[in-house]
């Protein structure tokens, strides 16, 4: 621990991170050297000299993860400073999270090695105390975005024409089954991380809606129309169930 022996005051150090979520995912980076090499952790890194906690989550966010958030669109989750919760001495950092809606393509850099969007409900272990601070965000989200609201199109309006294409009974011309399936997914993991029982039956739904179009995509046997119309069935099915 880093004390002056004088007055037994500790050095602190000044950190940020931040909690982005979109869709049901939270985006994480895999951390490239001790402490916690190769575990995946929150982006975030220390405030810069003149710079406030705000602008340096919004820096480090795009430093490791290539996603620019606004610093002004960030709100603070809070402030985190108990002793030990890093290994390397005393560390205080302040907390910011933001919404997407739908998850942007991570380019890792600077001090992650990888980074990729999570399912809320399959995370990884997480480095420091980092799995309290992203339940704590969670968890001051709005209710709307918690539960899934009451219908499928208020989830995400940015969904609405995809879902147009993919239940209509002519085959869509602007989805790929990869694009149904990412889609279904992604839909899906909001679903069922909801705690309303009805919202997370129709998560069920769409999960056969993906093991359906995965088949039409890898199976060499029956015909891959019929299989993607199974799958449009079970999504129309999804639908119908949180109206």
């Known amino acids: 621990m880093n004390t002056d022996t004088d007055t ?8 940020a991170d931040i ?3 979109a869709a049901g995912r939270v985006l994480l980076i895999e951390r490239g050297w001790d402490p916690y ?5 929150l982006p975030g890194g220390h405030v810069d000299a003149g710079e406030t906690s705000l602008a340096a989550a919004a820096r480090e966010l795009e430093e490791e993860t290539g996603v620019m958030v606004p610093a ?9 400073d108990a002793p030990g ?4 001495g005393r560390y205080v950092t302040v907390a910011y999270t933001a919404t997407l ?11 992650a090695t990888a980074a990729r969007w999570w399912p809320l409900n399959a995370l990884p272990d997480l480095a420091f105390d980092h799995a309290e601070i992203l339940a704590a965000a969670v968890s001051q989200r709005p209710a709307t975005t918690r539960t899934g609201s009451h219908t499928f199109a208020a989830l995400s309006d940015c969904f609405s024409a995809d879902l147009a294409a993919l239940i209509s ?4 011309q602007h989805v790929t089954p990869t694009g149904f399936i990412d889609l279904v997914e992604r839909v899906r993991d909001v679903l069922v991380t909801a705690s309303v029982g009805y919202l997370q039956e129709a998560g069920e739904d769409l999960d056969a809606a993906a093991s359906c179009l995965t088949d039409a995509l890898t199976s060499s046997e029956g015909d891959p129309r019929v299989l993607l119309a199974q799958a449009r069935a079970r999504l129309r099915d999804a639908i119908e169930a949180t109206r």
């Open 85 to 88: 919760r890093d290994p390397r």
């Open 8 to 15: 037994g005051a500790e050095t602190i150090r000044y950190t």
């Open 72 to 80: 002004a669109d960030l709100s603070q989750v809070g402030t985190y």
């Open 101 to 111: 809606p739908s998850p942007v393509p991570p380019t890792a850099a600077d001090d």
């Open 37 to 41: 090499a190769g575990c995946w952790a």
């Open 19 to 21: 909690v982005l979520l």
């Open 169 to 172: 009974e002519e085959a869509p």
